[in-house]
Structure formats: structure tokens, C-alpha cells
């Protein structure tokens, strides 16, 4: 079972660190992938590390304000966001698995985690 942390209001420009830590479930073996959901919109992929943690991907909507890393020795996963803007309000979810075309397709991962809210606002 995957589990996200670490959501909340924040103002624009502002900062989060969302978790996903497995529990009872070694994340070491897997890709991460965090995808967000806004109301209305389809789920899209915002980044994802490999299981080595020695590659990345961005959408490019986030590309230098979010940083993904892992810890594997704590089998947890962050997604460190800066420079929130309005339109990153969403839902944000941590993915596992082992993607064989496209990171940043959710058919690609096996496992989920239940989602947690992330909403910028003044």
C-alpha cells in the first residue's frame, strides 16, 4: 500500500513537500511516478524517479520548481514543490511500478496510493 503526505492550502509561491512511503510494500523496486488530478481534468503525470533514483522526468508545466528524490532506506519517495502556482491545485498521487513506454502514463503503474489535496490559493 502506497501512502501520500504532506498536501495542504498554500499560498501562490509557496512551498510543499508531499511523502509516499510504502507501507507494508518496498518502493525500492519500483519507478515512482506522482500524478496530479484537477476537478474536471484528466490525471496527468508530473514527475517521476527511477527505482535507482538516478533518473528523472518533469512535465514540463513543473520543470524547475519540482523536485522528485527517494530515500530508499526509508522506502519513501518526496516530491518537493516551489513556486506554487493556482493552476497546480489538484489531488496529487504517488504510483508505483515498472513503466515501459511512457512515465507519465498512469496505465503504466500497478499500485496507488489514495491521493492527497494540494490547493494554492490567496
Known amino acids: 500500500q502506497l501512502v501520500e503526505s504532506g498536501g495542504g492550502l498554500v499560498q501562490p509561491g509557496g512551498s510543499l513537500r508531499l511523502s509516499c512511503s510504502g507501507s507494508?510494500?518496498?518502493?525500492?523496486?519500483?519507478?515512482i511516478g506522482w500524478f496530479r488530478q484537477a476537478p474536471g481534468k484528466e490525471r496527468e503525470g508530473v514527475s517521476s524517479?527511477?527505482?535507482?533514483?538516478?533518473?528523472?522526468d518533469y512535465a514540463d508545466s513543473v520543470k524547475g520548481r519540482f523536485t522528485v528524490i527517494r530515500d530508499n532506506a526509508k522506502n519513501t519517495v518526496y516530491l518537493q514543490m516551489n513556486g506554487l502556482k493556482p493552476e497546480d491545485t489538484a489531488v496529487y498521487y504517488c504510483?508505483?511500478?515498472?513503466?515501459?513506454?511512457?512515465?507519465?502514463?498512469?496505465?503504466?503503474?500497478?499500485?496507488w496510493g489514495q491521493g492527497t489535496r494540494v490547493t494554492v490559493s490567496s
Open positions: 504510483a508505483a511500478g515498472i513503466p515501459q513506454n511512457r512515465w507519465d502514463a498512469p496505465h503504466e503503474y500497478d499500485y
Open positions: 507494508g510494500f518496498s518502493l525500492n523496486y519500483y519507478d
Open positions: 524517479i527511477h527505482s535507482r533514483g538516478d533518473t528523472t
